[in-house]
């Protein structure tokens, strides 16, 4: 049976291949979407991708993940930097989590160098783009098998 990975998607990630693309890059969220669909049927993992602009949906999701998934792959967004309710729902989960920024969180501006995620994190990427995706998705099957 395949593991059942959650990747979660934080505030305005929806607008992604619209906003800022200096920094974002040009693909949409649904590119990345359909990334993590393709690379998820290769590894033989169920994919679950879901996007809020809302931090208690979140926590909501990452409650549930910790009876409907295996691991959980998470671009908080701008929740990295202010959401001690994400971070207490990740460490609760009890499960592997993967996070990631599509952009190198260090090189920007300094209040975006602190991810309260990363404390509870099994591995973070950033900076890679969508790739970073992929990698994670690779290193959670890695750690689930």
């Not at 669909?37 to 169920?46: F, G, H, S, V, Y």
């Not at 952009?103 to 973070?124: D, M």
């Amino acid at each position: 049976m395949a593991k059942r990975i959650l990747i979660l998607n934080g505030p305005n990630l929806n607008l992604l291949g619209t906003r800022e693309k200096s920094i974002y890059g040009g693909e949409t969220l649904a590119d990345i979407e359909a990334l993590c669909r393709t690379r998820c049927e290769a590894l033989d993992l169920a994919c679950d991708f879901r996007q809020s602009n809302h931090e208690g949906e979140l926590v909501d999701w990452i409650q549930s993940a910790r009876k409907t998934a295996d691991g959980i792959v998470i671009n908080p967004a701008a929740y990295s930097h202010t959401s001690v309710a994400i971070h207490d729902a990740l460490r609760a989960a009890e499960k592997p989590v993967i996070e990631v920024h599509l952009s190198n969180i260090h090189q920007r501006e300094p209040f975006r160098h602190h991810s309260y995620v990363s404390s509870v994190a099994t591995g973070v990427i950033c900076g890679l783009g969508p790739k970073g995706y992929t990698m994670a998705l690779e290193a959670i099957a890695d750690i689930l098998n």
